[in-house]
C-alpha cells in the first residue's frame, strides 16, 4: 500500500491519507487544465482543509508557485500565522528542495506524497533534506500514497505534451 523507500521517520498511511490523496489528485485537473504540470497539494489540520493549491509557475510567472507552495500560502493566510504546527501537507509528488525547506519553515507536522520524483525529489530521491543537521523542527513522512495513480497522472501529462 505505501512505499517507504528510505524516508524520515518511516511511517504507514491511514484512512484519512488515502482521502486526502484522492482529493489532491482531484485537484491535479485543475493545474493540468491550465497548462500547468498536474501537482497539486492541500494542508488538512483538525480533519479540515485550510489551504490548497497546484502547480502555477507559468500561468503566474513565479518560480515559486508550486503546488505545495500555493497550499502553504493559502493555508497560513487562512489562519493568520505562518507555522502551520499540526497540519499535514498532502502532495501528489514529492517535493523538491524549495518545498521542504518551506515545510519545514511552515512547521507541518507531517507530509504524505504519492509519487517519488527520481530527478528533484528532496525528501527522499536526490537528497534527505529533512536529515539536515541542525534543523529545529522535524517532519513525519510518509511516501508513495497512490503512487502508481500520482505518476500515471504526470506521465499521461507529459506523454501528451510529446504528441
Partial sequence: MV??????????????DLRWMEYALQLTERAQQQGEVPV??????????????WNRPVTSHD?????????????????????LTGA?????????????????????????FGAFDPKRGAVNSTTHAFET?????????????LEERCAARLQDFFRSRRT
Fill in 40 to 53: 497539486a497539494a492541500l494542508v488538512v489540520r483538525g480533519n479540515e482543509i485550510i489551504g490548497e493549491g
Fill in 63 to 83: 518560480p515559486t508557485a508550486h503546488a505545495e507552495i500555493v497550499a502553504l500560502r493559502a493555508a497560513a493566510a487562512g489562519i493568520a500565522n505562518y507555522r
Fill in 133 to 145: 543537521q541542525g534543523l529545529n523542527h522535524r517532519v513525519t513522512v510518509v511516501g508513495g500514497v
Fill in 3 to 16: 512505499l517507504t523507500k528510505r524516508v524520515q521517520a518511516p511511517a504507514t498511511a491511514t484512512g484519512a
Fill in 88 to 112: 499535514t501537507l498532502y502532495v501528489t509528488l514529492e517535493p523538491c528542495l524549495m518545498c521542504a525547506g518551506a515545510i519545514i519553515h511552515a512547521r507541518i507536522e507531517r507530509l504524505v
